[in-house]
């Protein structure tokens, strides 16, 4: 081989300084490519399937027939449909209202209590179990005739409470159970929010004479908001969306009495099988957590733009 030759393949070895700048450009979008397929794979395809799913009458056995925006009619025609959005309604306000509260209370409670740790850990731990076992753990605890609670309600005299048999003590009593697995995530949110904050501010509030609540309320507050927003957007989606609870511990009833959006969904979707029925619910499950989501961030935006 000659040195001729060995340089014509150096200089078609090398790459032009176009070609460079295009790899360049084009490599951090190689990196995505792998993430955003599988978001669209598994997020905007299963919802644009539902969305088509919703405009159908599919039983899941027969070939779907196009209805157009009969389902969405129909829903709220639907007496059951209108109880499950106001029992929704119901939990995802109790869900920000005792989960995201209680947990803002004890962290700022406990953030510089002694032997805080072992509190911290008895209110985190409810936590760490399935809501699943949750349900059916408060399913004995308010068993009618033989549960914890109502034990302690006749060792008082009075008679037995059916707890969840009857509307709407029966939502209220899931609401309980919800905000007994959930308050500690919440608590170690905002515990993580009152580490990082700068203490300088805190010093300068106590030397003006603002201790107690005010110091809470006018200065901690304020400075935890982002984790206010996240554990309040949290929370909110949670509520629309929550199932396994009431479930496991009602199955919706009595007579449908405590159904939520999403097990109405599951019944109609899965054991009623009207699958685009069930696809409607889904759509406007999802669309209320949209809207809602956006509103809230903008309005929280917007007041820091003006501090």
Avoid at 189 to 210: M, N, R, S, T, Y
Avoid at 239 to 265: C, N
Wanted: aromatic share 14%; with cysteine; glycine share 8%.
């Amino acid at each position: 081989m000659t040195i001729t030759s060995i340089q014509r393949g150096r200089e078609a070895a090398r790459v032009s300084p176009s070609t460079a700048r295009l790899v360049g450009r084009i490599e951090p979008y190689l990196y995505v490519v792998p993430a955003a397929l599988f978001v669209a794979a598994f997020l905007l395809y299963p919802v644009v399937v539902t969305i088509w799913q919703s405009l159908t009458h599919d039983d899941g056995i027969n070939p779907p027939v196009f209805v157009g925006l009969d389902n969405f009619r129909n829903l709220f025609a639907d007496g059951h449909f209108l109880v499950s959005l106001q029992n929704t309604i119901i939990w995802t306000i109790a869900a920000v209202a005792f989960p995201v509260t209680l947990g803002l209370a004890f962290a700022i409670t406990l953030n510089s209590v002694r032997w805080s740790n072992v509190f911290k850990t008895i209110i985190y731990l409810p936590a760490t179990v399935s809501a699943a076992a949750v349900g059916i753990l408060f399913t004995y605890v308010f068993a009618f005739d033989n549960g914890a609670l109502n034990a302690i309600v006749n060792a008082l005299g009075f008679k037995s409470i059916r707890w969840l048999f009857e509307a709407p003590i029966n939502t209220w009593s899931m609401i309980s159970a919800y905000t007994w697995q959930s308050t500690g995530l919440n608590m170690m949110l905002f515990l993580v929010g009152l580490q990082g904050l700068p203490p300088e501010p805190i010093e300068a509030a106590k030397l003006d004479g603002c201790t107690g609540f005010g110091l809470v309320w006018r200065i901690l507050v304020p400075m935890l908001m982002p984790y206010v927003v996240i554990a309040t957007l949290l929370a909110v989606v949670n509520g629309f969306k929550v199932f396994d609870i009431i479930w496991v511990m009602t199955q919706g009833g009595p007579g449908r009495s405590s159904e939520t959006l999403a097990v109405t969904m599951y019944r109609e979707g899965f054991i009623l099988f009207n699958q685009g029925y069930g696809a409607a619910i889904a759509v406007i499950i999802g669309g209320a957590a949209m809207i809602f989501s956006y509103f809230y961030l903008r309005s929280v935006l917007d007041q820091e733009k003006q501090v």
